[in-house]
Nanobody, 117 residues
Framework: VQLVESGGGLVQPGGSLRLTCAAS????????MAWYRQAPGKERELVAI???????NYADSVKGRFTISRDNAKNTAYLQMNSLKPEDTAVYYC????????????WGQGTQVTVSS
């Protein structure tokens, strides 16, 4: 199973970006998709998580600004980020967990998001 992120870049404070995570390979089913981020000198932290049959949860720092969603038919997850702040600057990683006869977990390679004027 592979996860590939896209959509990162440089944006001004107050702007928006949409990240995409596409899963491929021997997936069969995806139970959980999530987004994490890691800023320089800091630990990786959970941003948003969306179970296949459940409600999304968000870090307090992004509630009301970020929205996680999934397109199960395309095995793709999205992270819509609005009202971006400089403190949102980080490498964003997609995470997936599913089942294909065995439980699998996988990380994407990461995509850089920089919020700066």
């Amino acid at each position: 199973v592979q996860l590939v992120e896209s959509g990162g870049g440089l944006v001004q404070p107050g702007g928006s970006l949409r990240l995409t995570c596409a899963a491929s390979g021997s997936i069969f089913s995806i139970n959980v998709m999530a987004w994490y981020r890691q800023a320089p000198g800091k630990e990786r932290e959970l941003v948003a998580i969306l179970p296949s049959a459940g409600i999304a949860n968000y870090a307090d720092s992004v509630k009301g600004r970020f929205t996680i969603s999934r397109d199960n038919a395309k095995n793709t997850a999205y992270l819509q980020m609005n009202s971006l702040k400089p403190e949102d600057t980080a490498v964003y990683y997609c995470y997936g967990r599913g089942y294909n006869g065995y439980t699998w977990t996988q990380w994407g390679q990461g995509t850089q998001v920089t919020v700066s004027s």
